[in-house]
């Protein structure tokens, strides 16, 4: 359907009973409805807010239109979990409507300060020509899981000098006895940076100015920016919009990446860094939010899906979910993500194979299924190319494979089932060298999060094929290759 601008900015209160029963059913109806990622009950999810361990548990707030799968009036949704696995819905965290966050409580984050929990946001506001004007907002989680929003006036109020009112996304973290944000800005020049303001006390915030980095011209707009420190490093990420397809590189609608090099010199606020490199090299990544837990690991959670495409989960009235929780290492000057060794909690029946193929597509008694997860080895290789076909029918299959010669990571959904986002492609590729392949993969109803020789590279993409494409199948071609492979039912 078309949505018009009065429907897509209705809020949820005003809704019938009925009319979200009615959505709840359509939902529920869905054949991609996923098992054990975070997704909405209804409506649209998008980024990941507010990540946080609080109070003897994680956070992890996202942005939620309810009423349908459009960009529309945004609240931020709250769960939570003990163990990063099995999340609990609590319901809406902020609601939005107020004066400072009037068409929408957007993106923002979370930091723990004198036992309560500070939410920091951007409130969208818009005036009667439909302009457009953010601001920096707050509210309040106590222990007992109560959030009040500061009404009085927002903490930041105005855009400065030099900087459009795409001005979004506060990411908070302190150094010392001083808080710090950093905001994703779009510079008057029609291009992408993240500006830093520090504060005392959370309320009184200092414009501190611009981040210096290498990229001046890199995008239109820096989306989602997060700075950390992590093995005596710097490294910030951030979603830039507006880059121009590169090899293999960037065939996304928009991007995800981080720089990673020194750490910020926060008087001089200059970035030393390497070459931007994407975080994910599948088709459905986007706004990624870290956190630091009391182990002092830095998690990361994204949005599995991207702005301004389609999905086929449209229709039942529900669109996107996250990822699953990533811990973050730097190895050989580059992010390495590693699924959370909690997620192990979730492996039920394990099935083992082994064996040598030569020309052939082989598969095993007890691989196939819908949900679950599965590490293959593939080793001394004489061949073109070798992989895993799952999600597989006569009709059907997604694809991850090494191209040998080309030296390639490949997955693809050419034939996965219903399409999306066909318009960037069907494929997505990545250079690695290695005599030793290792995939590992969470397959859920509608996704798979593929981890390439341990994080190195990873592959995250939502498929849509249909519930009796279970087949799992090891190949090989032009040549042979050893392989051994464990898999857990889900």
Known sequence: MDWTREQRYRKIEEVSPEE?????????????????HIQPETGLLNDPNGFSYYNGEYHLFYQWFPLGPVHGLKYWYHTKSKNLVHWENVGIGITPGDEFD????????????????YLIYTGNTRDEQWIRHPYQCMAIMNQQGEISKKLDKPIIADVPAGYTDHYRDPKVSKSG??????????????????????????????????????????????ECPDYFELQDQGVLIFSPQGLEPEGD??????????????KLDLQSRVLQHGDFIELDRGFDFYA????????????????????????????NEWAHCLTLPRQLFIRDGKLVQQPVKELQALRKYKYEAEAALFNETKMVDGFKGTTYELICEFEQADAAAFGIEFRASNEEKTVIKYDVSQKKVILDRTLSGEEVGAAYGTTRSCSLEADRIKFHLFVDSSSVEIFVNDGIEVFTSRIFPSQDSKDIRFFVTEGSVNFKTVKWDY
Request: glycine share 8%; hydrophobic share 35%.
């Open 20 to 36: 979200i029963s009615n959505l709840k059913n359509k939902v529920n109806l869905c054949p991609w409805r996923q098992t054990f």
């Open 177 to 222: 006895d001083t808080f710090y944000l950093v905001i994703g800005a779009q510079r008057d020049n029609k291009t992408g940076c993240v500006v830093l303001y520090s504060s005392a006390d959370l309320m009184t915030w200092e414009f501190e100015g611009e981040i210096k980095t290498k990229l001046d011209s890199f995008g239109y707009m820096w």
């Open 288 to 315: 990624p939010q870290t956190m630091i837990d009391p182990e002092e690991r830095r998690i990361l959670v994204g949005w599995m899906g991207l702005p301004d495409i389609e999905y086929p989960t449209d229709r």
């Open 249 to 262: 590189k960037f065939h996304n609608i928009y991007q995800s990446g981080y720089v990673l090099g020194a």
């Open 102 to 117: 009037s068409h929408g409580a957007y993106s923002g984050s979370a930091i723990e300060h004198n036992d309560k929990l």
